[in-house]
């Protein structure tokens, strides 16, 4: 009987002890693992933050590059070329290449500004954001012959950072410019309003309805554009199909 | 002839020679103020101030709408003309809702800069066809511009209307005067009296109001 006791105590405390060792060893692989994760993920976060800074960094040495530009070709170029003009009205020779001097010259000063209102739009630095998408609405249909109806509510620029405001104009810029080249949309309504602490920009179009994809491995340029820009003012973007026709995009900047 | 006197701001050496220059060789006009900004010319026009000025939109310390601004409140009296590189409408409609009588661009013909200061000195303001255009549509588009017109309906007598009709047809006030065979200060009077019930900062106010509540219209 004895003998048996033994046999049992052996078996049982033998069993714990295993037991005890396999909870041992799954509890120290289980806290390992979670272990690693989080680390893991502190990386994953630390180069998402990276990532960020480099997009940002990118995005504001290009703005400037192009503002020094921009500026230059206005103010300087385009100075010298107006002041030109003076000096034509004081040629007396009524020579026939005079007319067409006076014209190239008006030309390439108008050349000028366009192309540095390209680079700075010139409406957006000097009044803001709800003039500037006027202007390039304004623009806009008139060249594409496409009618746009611009809505604003309770916008001011004044507690709007300029970086802000030039990054959801490109936003919009682009948008728009997606929606004529792929939408076959006759109508487009944007409309730009404040509420509490927030921007919101909707972008609604009566044409086909085809969502490009963000998440698209083939995204286009202005596509990858949009998001970096949304990364840089930590906007987001949603797009619907807007009840039977066409799309609605939201553009949502929190926080101001 | 009775000289017109001109200040100019612009910080364009080149440019405001040349524009100087060109004025200077009319017998009827003389500059008599040079500045590099808005805040300079307001600083020299203290104690004498010009019968018009012209303003380069963009120069440092003071933009041209400031300067108008400034200009309106201390020299009610003085006109103001703006010369610009931005031909965005923004800068046209905003320059002329704060006071200014007449919007140019740089690159327009020299020759049209005469043009707008005759036309400013005798009839108060000079539109040429893109000033027009652009003011007329951001009426009709928009219907929010400033001047914050009052919209209490306002009451003009038969006399005013004519006035309005005829200031919307370029007349000049010596013109509306002979029209209505009233003498030129009657005239003056008049006019400051429709520009306080309209609100109105000078003619072209005036004009945008007449538009815009149907009491002209356009052909």
């Known amino acids: 009987m004895a003998g048996e006791d033994k046999i049992d105590f052996i078996i049982v405390t033998g069993t714990g002890g295993m037991l005890l060792l396999a909870v041992i060893v799954i509890g120290f692989i289980v806290v390992y693992q979670r272990k690693m994760y989080s680390k893991q993920r502190e990386l994953d976060l630390v180069e998402l933050e990276t990532q960020k800074k480099l997009v940002e960094a990118e995005i504001l040495v290009k703005e400037r590059e192009q503002k020094r530009v921009a500026q230059e070709l206005h103010d300087e170029i385009g100075a010298s070329l107006t002041a030109i003009r003076f000096l034509f009205e004081e040629l007396d020779d009524e020579s026939s290449i005079k007319p067409k001097l006076k014209s190239s010259l008006k030309d390439i000063t108008q050349k000028v500004r366009r192309i540095s209102n390209d680079l700075l739009p010139s409406v957006l630095e000097e009044f803001g954001l709800l003039e500037a998408i006027r202007d390039f609405v304004n623009q806009f249909s008139s060249t594409n012959n496409i009618s746009i109806n611009y809505v604003c509510k309770d916008y001011s620029s004044t507690s709007v950072k300029k970086d802000v405001e030039l990054s959801l104009y490109r936003i919009v810029q682009e948008l728009t410019n997606n929606i004529i080249k792929h939408a076959e949309a006759t109508k487009i309504e944007i409309s730009l309003k404040s509420v509490k602490n927030s921007i919101i920009i909707t972008i609604i179009d009566d044409g086909n309805g085809i969502i490009p994809s963000l998440a698209n491995t083939t995204k286009t340029l202005g596509l990858k554009n949009i998001e970096s820009r949304l990364q840089f003012i930590s906007g987001s973007i949603k797009r619907e199909k807007h009840q039977t026709k066409g799309t609605i995009v939201t553009i949502y900047k929190p926080n101001l | ?219």
């Open chain 2, 1 to 219: 002839m009775k000289t017109t006197t001109i200040g100019i701001s612009e910080d364009h050496h080149i440019y405001r020679d040349g524009l100087i220059a060109m004025l200077n060789n009319k017998a009827n006009y003389s500059v008599i103020i040079e500045a590099e900004n808005g805040k300079e010319l307001i600083e020299k026009s203290k104690l004498n101030p010009p019968d018009l000025v012209i303003l380069d939109y963009l120069t440092p310390e003071m933009n041209g709408i400031q300067t108008t601004r400034k200009l309106k409140k201390i020299h009610p009296n003085t006109k103001i003309l703006i010369l610009s590189m931005y031909d965005s409408n923004e800068f046209i409609v905003k320059s002329i809702e704060s006071g200014a009588n007449g919007y140019l661009l740089k690159d327009d013909d020299p020759s049209e800069i005469i043009m707008a200061i005759e036309s400013v000195m005798s009839i108060g303001y000079y539109l040429n066809d893109r000033t027009s255009k652009i003011l007329i549509n951001q009426l009709i588009t928009s219907g929010d511009l400033k001047p914050k017109f009052s919209y209490n309906d306002i009451e003009f007598s038969a006399t005013e209307r004519q006035i309005i009709e005829l200031l919307s047809r370029e007349y000049s006030t010596a013109e509306i005067a002979k029209a209505l065979h009233k003498s030129t200060r009657t005239i003056d009077g008049y006019r400051s009296g429709i520009m306080k019930k309209t609100g109105a900062k000078n003619v072209i106010g005036i004009v945008m109001y007449a538009i815009k509540n149907e009491l002209i219209t356009i052909d």
